[in-house]
């Protein structure tokens, strides 16, 4: 039986779930999938089940939004909810930074 996907879950879940791939910048020093985007932002991939898709959309539409907003306020949201929780985000250390 499949588990039904739990709607309240943690944003630890969900990054844990994510992989961002790495980008390969081009010659005018922006990464490729920033390109034709405003300074800031950034393009970025994410599969999902049927079911999450449709309610994004029904979300973004009854609200008058675009589901990159919705997508963009619901991960806030849960950002947020994450450092009351468990404090600061810290910042991924370089590859040559040896953890003890």
């Known amino acids: 039986m499949t588990k039904k996907p739990d709607f309240k879950a943690s944003v ?3 990054i844990d779930d994510m992989k961002e791939t790495p980008t390969t910048p081009n010659k005018g020093g922006r990464p490729k999938s920033a390109r034709g985007l405003r300074d800031g932002l950034n393009r970025f991939s994410i599969v ?3 079911d999450i898709l449709e309610n994004l959309r029904r979300v973004a539409y009854w609200n008058n939004l675009s589901v990159k907003e919705v997508i963009t306020q ?12 468990h404090g600061e985000i810290k910042p991924v ?3 040559d930074t040896k953890l003890i």
């Open 74 to 85: 619901f991960l806030e949201s849960g950002l947020e909810r994450y450092v009351k929780k």
């Open 48 to 50: 999902l089940p049927m």
């Open 93 to 95: 250390p370089d590859k």
């Open 12 to 14: 630890t879940d969900i």
